[in-house]
């Protein structure tokens, strides 16, 4: 059992930077993969982006590469998107979610589906 917490969303104007983090309760030494989702009003929930356990992969959404950037700090069990140049269009609840992945160390799914583990959300906001 997996139990995530984000926290770092919040209202900000378009150009400005946010950071959001992703705190999970896992016992140490368990690989998971964790990715970013978010989900706009009245849109389905889309794939942000995504990191192996080892950090080596990264995988992001077209609409955020060169503007987010996913990373890790396994000895925390935290995962962090950092979100640079945000636009009105990035406004949503944003999600991680996590999976195990023994032996899979450049494992990063981009479906919703692959993720059984996921947090309460953290609302971005972008003001134009």
């Known amino acids: 059992q997996v139990q995530l917490v984000e926290s770092g969303g919040g209202l900000v104007q378009a150009g400005d930077s946010l950071r959001l983090s992703c705190a999970a309760s896992v016992r140490t030494g368990r690989r998971t993969a964790t990715g970013w989702f978010r989900q706009a009003p009245g849109k389905e929930r889309e794939f942000v982006a995504a990191i192996s356990w080892s950090g080596s992969s990264t995988d992001y959404a077209d609409s955020v590469k060169g503007r987010f950037a996913i990373s890790r700090d396994n000895a925390k069990n935290t995962v962090y998107l950092q979100m640079n140049s945000l636009k009105p269009e990035d406004t949503a609840v944003y999600y991680c979610?996590?999976?195990?992945?023994?032996?899979?160390?450049?494992?990063?799914?981009?479906?919703?589906?692959?993720?059984?583990?996921w947090g309460q959300g953290t609302q971005v906001t972008v003001s134009s």
């Open positions: 979610a996590q999976v195990f992945t023994p032996g899979l160390t450049n494992y990063t799914p981009k479906q919703g589906h692959e993720y059984p583990y």
